[in-house]
């Protein structure tokens, strides 16, 4: 069991680049996410989903989009990357509980440093 | 205000000390709430969930105040390896079903 696996561990990008970080989880979790944590200001969550198919848009949503085409991946795209965007990226997923919409333990991946120059 | 608040610390004690940490939140409809630990350039694990009764894991407990709307995290005896951010979590409904919100972050260091 790998748990949650992120690639790369570390990216350094050009303003308007673009990029893709990748997660997976072999824990077959309907729920996925993908958080942001910069200094002082804890994690921040970017999009979501409860499955293949189905994602949304959590607090800090503008400048990235998501997929779910499988129930174990679940990438991130960076449009056109900006300074702003510089941040530690983690990925995670939970167990899913749709008649209440909750979730509880998530499990997280190791992270991505994203430094956009 | 913010939804979910922490001391940010850094809490420094000596080893073995007894040391305890508060998280407030806002809204009073939330329903699951979890700390977790976060080492250095690490990712958050969980420690542990925090349920009404409140609930012990060891060394380590935790306690939910829903009247004052916060939650505890209580560390007895302090090990070096204790040395890192806790972070407070807590569900709080939204339409369509829940939202989890992050606090902050506490940071400890634990000295010999």
């Known amino acids: 069991n790998a748990g949650v696996t992120q690639t790369p561990k570390f990216q350094v990008l050009k303003t308007g680049q673009s990029m893709t970080l990748q997660c997976a989880q072999d824990m077959n979790h309907e729920y996925m996410s993908w958080y942001r944590q910069d200094p002082g200001m804890g994690l921040r969550l970017i999009h979501y989903?409860?499955?293949?198919?189905?994602?949304d848009q959590g607090e800090v949503p503008n400048g990235y989009n998501v997929s779910r085409s499988t129930t174990e991946d679940f990438p991130l795209r960076l449009l056109s990357a900006a300074p702003s965007q510089t941040s530690v990226y983690f990925c995670?997923?939970?167990?899913?509980?749709?008649?209440?919409?909750?979730?509880?333990?998530?499990?997280f991946g190791p992270g991505t440093r994203l430094t956009v120059t | 205000r913010k939804e979910v608040e922490q001391d940010p610390g850094p809490f420094n004690v000596p080893e073995g000390a007894t040391v305890a940490f508060n998280c407030t939140y806002s809204?009073?409809?939330?329903?699951?709430f979890f700390w977790y630990r976060q080492d250095c350039r690490k990712e958050p694990k969980l420690l542990m969930s925090v349920y009404s009764s409140g609930n012990e894991d060891g060394r380590f407990t935790a306690q939910l105040n829903r009247a004052s709307q916060y939650i505890s995290l209580l560390i007895r005896d302090s090990k070096l390896s204790d040395s890192a951010t806790y972070l407070c979590v807590v569900n709080s409904p939204r339409t369509g079903g829940f939202k989890t919100i992050f606090g902050a972050g506490t940071r400890l260091f634990v000295k010999a």
């Open positions: 989903s409860v499955g293949a198919g189905i994602t």
């Open positions: 995670a997923s939970s167990k899913y509980f749709p008649g209440t919409g909750n979730i509880y333990e998530q499990y």
């Open positions: 809204n009073s409809a939330s329903q699951s």
